[in-house]
């Protein structure tokens, strides 16, 4: 398996992870606090922006820790930049994750629209974050794989 | 409705100038291995630009590369 595979397969596993301690937090708080009604907007959207840099910092961590474990198996520095055909496979996952997310926003004014109270909004909305999330990195393993 | 493929004779060339390595001719093409794999195996469709770079490499024109092939879907002749 080349290295940008393995890479891929490696954010796909911490994607899935992190979305899931992260939510598992999120709703530990959300049963210990007996967030009210009213206040349920500030509550999701102050755990919905500390998801970013969450994401991002653990996401360095991992990718550098990774390089760490590949330099000392495979004694070579793995090559840090994108040539044309990792950036074509970026855009195009980038691309499908973009829109299964959309999907799950409008997906989310539905719920607005049909009655159901901005909680299941919010969770909608972080639905959509884990699935987007799940199949950019998904779809960059399967264009490394299969090709582009 | 035709479906185009672009072939290449990139292992061939690659070994008949001095049995070349695919992370050689990545670094003379100034992409990463996986590229060449990826080309070679059909997998990829290189640019313009990364075509004449991988042609220069082996000191040969393009056309001795790469080829180009048209080829009908079997449906639309039934």
Partial sequence: MEYQEKRALVNLAA?????????????SQYKELGVADG??????????????????ILKIIIHIIMNIITVAVTKQEPKDF????????????????????????????????MGYSPHTMF????????????????????????GV | MAKCQINNNIRKLRFENNEM??????????????????IEKGKYSPSLE???????AFKV???????YEEQENNKSEK
């Fill in chain 1, 82 to 113: 994108e040539d044309e055909m990792d950036k074509l496979i970026d855009l195009k996952s980038s691309r499908n994750g973009s829109i299964v997310f959309m999907l799950g926003f409008l997906f989310s004014m539905v719920a607005l629209v």
């Fill in chain 2, 21 to 38: 390595t695919q992370q050689h001719l990545a670094d003379l093409a100034g992409v990463t291995r996986q590229t060449i794999v990826a």
């Fill in chain 1, 123 to 146: 969770l909608i909305i972080y639905g959509a974050f884990i699935i987007s999330g799940i199949l950019t990195e998904g779809s960059m393993f399967y264009y490394y794989k299969r």
């Fill in chain 1, 39 to 56: 206040t349920d907007l500030t509550f999701w959207a102050k755990y919905i922006l500390w998801l970013i840099p969450y994401m991002v």
């Fill in chain 2, 50 to 56: 990364l075509a004449f770079k991988v042609a220069l």
């Fill in chain 1, 15 to 27: 994607t899935i992870i992190l979305f899931a301690v992260y939510y598992f937090y999120v709703y």
């Fill in chain 2, 61 to 67: 024109p393009l056309e001795e590369v790469f080829s």
